[in-house]
């Protein structure tokens, strides 16, 4: 089973239009973020 993390990421991510939005937003680096997108 996913980390529900990883689901609120990918959120983050199309919400924001983009990782590197997403992870400052979220605090976390935009590699981190994704990795974790592209396990789901």
């Not at 919400?15 to 994704?34: I, Q, T, V, W």
């Amino acid at each position: 089973m996913q980390d529900l993390n990883d689901m609120l990421y990918f959120a983050e991510v199309v919400e924001r239009g983009g990782f590197a939005a997403a992870g400052r937003s979220l605090g976390l680096p935009k590699s981190r973020l994704s990795r974790r997108v592209a396990e789901l």
